[in-house]
């Protein structure tokens, strides 16, 4: 069974513009989670979708939204970059949502802002 | 809030020793707690997910226990490989408003294992 995916892998913007990121779950699941990874902050949730539903919903600007769409892949967008915004982005999948539902991550996009 | 600190943030150790990695948490009203493993630029990998009501989890070389209501976890590796450096963080889940839960990481600890 393929992991979970993301595209792209690496990506460089300047300030001020605005990036979309994807991730394809693993087959079957229905639950994709976002993080953040810096190095100051490490790894912080961003938020989750399922059903095409956000759940949950970490504490980070509204610059960061995201969707999930009907196949239960899901993008990320984040709008006017800033500086701080370089991260690894990681989305995990899992079958379901709720607190027993293991998740499973992708290797991550590298997003780098100028 | 749950926090979740991870002791040393780094550590070197010769091939075969064994060692222990240490996390805490400030909230003990946890539902499940996991050790991954990533590799520099890469993703996660998930090691040993423990869940509230164990005590200890065991894969291979690499054992995980649980002390709930003091809010520590340990992973044990033993016998260490250079393959085994990489960075090892510890997650726990717990709820976050709501009915929904969400996964609160520690920094990580940076293990070198030298050949």
């Known amino acids: 069974k393929a992991g979970v995916t993301q595209t792209p892998r690496y990506l460089i913007k300047t300030r001020g513009q605005q990036v979309t990121l994807s991730c394809s779950p693993i087959s079957g699941h229905r639950s994709v989670s976002w993080y953040q990874q810096t190095p100051g902050q490490g790894l912080q949730f961003l938020f989750e979708?399922?059903?095409?539903?956000?759940?949950n919903k970490g504490n980070f600007p509204g610059r960061f939204s995201g969707r999930q769409f009907s196949n239960s892949r899901s993008e990320m967008n984040v709008s006017t970059l800033e500086l701080g915004d370089s991260a690894l982005y990681l989305c995990?999948?899992?079958?379901?949502?709720?607190?027993?539902?293991?998740?499973?991550f992708g290797p991550g996009t590298r997003l780098t802002v100028t | 809030k749950q926090e979740v600190t991870q002791i040393p943030a780094a550590l070197s150790v010769p091939e075969g020793e064994n060692l222990v990695l240490n996390c805490s948490f400030t909230d003990s009203a946890i539902y499940n707690l996991q050790w991954f493993r990533q590799d520099p630029g890469k993703g996660l990998t998930s090691l040993l997910l423990i869940q509230s009501s164990q005590r200890e989890q065991t894969s291979g070389r690499l054992n995980a226990s649980l002390d709930k209501s003091s809010g520590r976890s340990t992973l044990y590796i033993a016998a260490s490989q250079p393959g085994d450096s990489a960075t090892y963080l510890c997650a726990v889940r717990s709820l976050s408003g709501g009915s929904n839960y969400k996964l609160t990481f520690g920094k990580g600890t940076l293990l070198t294992v030298n050949p």
């Open positions: 995990a999948s899992s079958l379901l949502s709720g607190r027993i539902y293991e998740q499973y």
């Open positions: 979708y399922f059903s095409e539903t956000q759940r």
